[in-house]
């Protein structure tokens, strides 16, 4: 079965300093790859996304993340986080028909 | 570019009444999501529109739960009657045909007492 698992739930760093959040996949193809943040009581924003090509991809506010085939990862990124990056982040997986399947989240908190 | 409208925003109810959202897609966007989020879970499709048909609503509480895109623009999701764990925020996604990325509406958060 399609599965997407966020292993931490909840994940403080300090201000400035470098973040990984984890998310590991069950996929029966090649999948498409998702990282979506969302702030309180807002909807969900797309940071990045993994379809084909460089397994490294750059999304928005300076964030990256890696596909990982062997692994069966897409871990995201950012070398130095800023107060507002504190929100919820989740990952997805999904091909055809548009069908998403998303992770549990892992909520950000930052300390100044 | 204006981004998918959900309204009420906020909606409180007691178990057994109705509910209805409305959700107004990205202009030309056909394919239309409505997802369900309970707390502490990430987002779980409930159905999905391509036009004004259904695409997926194989996790639709049909019990309960029904949805409709008339003119295959704006949608509505009705919950009847309501139950203590329909609380959760409903959010609308709309994409392109063919297209993977889904952009998302704010939701709306529902709590059922």
């Known amino acids: 079965a399609q599965s997407v698992t966020q292993p931490d739930i909840h994940i403080t760093v300090s201000e400035g300093a470098s973040l990984e959040l984890r998310c590991n996949y069950s996929y029966g193809a090649t999948p498409y790859l998702f990282w979506y943040v969302q702030s309180p009581g807002q909807g969900l924003q797309l940071l990045l996304k993994y379809f084909s090509g460089d397994t490294l991809v750059q999304g928005i506010k300076g964030f990256e993340a890696e596909f990982k085939r062997s692994q069966s990862s897409f871990n995201l990124r950012k070398p130095s986080v800023h107060w507002s990056d504190a929100a919820e982040y989740f990952c997805a997986v999904g091909r055809g028909y548009n069908k998403l399947i998303f992770g549990a989240g892992t909520r950000l908190a930052v300390h100044p | 570019e204006a981004g998918v409208a959900q309204s009420p925003r906020y909606k409180i109810i007691e178990k057994r009444q109705s509910v209805a959202f409305w959700c107004n897609p990205i202009?030309?966007?056909?394919?239309l999501y409505w997802y369900q989020q309970i707390l502490g879970q990430g987002p779980k499709l409930l159905i999905q529109f391509q036009n004004n048909g259904v695409v997926d609503d194989s996790q639709l509480p049909k019990d309960r739960f029904s949805a409709e895109r008339l003119k295959g623009v704006d949608s509505t999701l009705k919950i009847q009657p309501a139950k203590l764990e329909d609380s959760a925020v409903y959010l609308c996604?709309?994409?392109?045909?063919?297209?993977?990325?889904?952009?998302f509406g704010p939701g709306t958060r529902l709590l059922v007492l």
């Open positions: 996604a709309s994409s392109l045909v063919g297209e993977e990325t889904q952009y």
């Open positions: 202009s030309g966007h056909a394919t």
